[in-house]
T-cell receptor
């Protein structure tokens, strides 16, 4: 498709389980970002990739969170041993020009941890 | 203190009203200033973008930046029910070879027919 694609769109899991969230950026976009949006809250920066490398991992909330990007394209955000406070919408965005800040967002993956 | 402060609202106005949305920020290193619009259960989309102090107009929307006061605004004229959404201000600075965006909390806006 032409836009940023995220999967799954919805995920319900039990506390303690691991989850993987996938992001397919717009073809050719070199920069890829992960944000988290909790109910009624703004966007919390998690991590960004320039190509396959992640120069800024400062936003990852804990060592249970990790992300990778392969082939300069698809990215996976992994949350291990999920906790209830991890429940949120996880948004992925990509950018053609890393210097303008114009991000194209996917529709998000809504994670609910029971 | 958060780097970017935005009144979360909610804000409810009648159709046709002029809407003013505002953000303040503390980091003078921010270079680019944006407004994103987010409809329910959708990802944010870029609405307005500017990098200098002053006004930028696009149709019914005007973005205003005052770097000396560290204050940005978005004005919506002749507001329509279709403008009902959450509006997020965002500011960026260069970090490690790319733009790092910091978002405000978002203001939930409802335009009543």
């Amino acid at each position: 498709g032409a836009g940023v694609s995220q999967s799954p769109s919805n995920k319900v899991t039990e506390k303690g389980k691991d989850v993987e969230l996938r992001c397919d950026p717009i073809s050719g976009h070199t920069a890829l970002y992960w944000y988290r949006q909790s109910l009624g809250q703004g966007l919390e920066f998690l991590i960004y990739f320039q190509g396959n490398s992640a120069p800024d991992k400062s936003g990852l909330p804990s060592d249970r969170f990790s992300a990778e990007r392969t082939g300069g394209s698809v990215s996976t955000l992994t949350i291990q041993r999920t906790q209830q406070e991890d429940s949120a919408v996880y948004l992925c965005a990509s950018s053609l020009d890393p210097f303008t800040g114009e991000l194209f967002f996917g529709e998000g993956s809504r994670l609910t941890v029971l | 203190q958060k780097e970017v402060e935005q009144d979360p609202g909610p804000l409810s106005v009648p159709e046709g009203a002029i809407v003013s949305l505002n953000c303040t920020y503390s980091n003078s290193a921010f270079q680019y200033f944006m407004w994103y619009r987010q409809y329910s259960r959708k990802g944010p989309e870029l609405l307005m973008y500017t990098y200098s102090s002053g006004n930028k107009e696009d149709g019914r929307f005007t973005a205003q930046v005052d770097k000396s006061s560290k204050y940005i605004s978005l004005f919506i004229r002749d507001s329509q029910p279709s403008d009902s959404a959450t509006y997020l201000c965002a500011m960026s600075l260069t970090f490690q070879g790319a733009q790092k965006l910091v978002f405000g909390q978002g203001t939930r806006l409802t335009i009543n027919p």
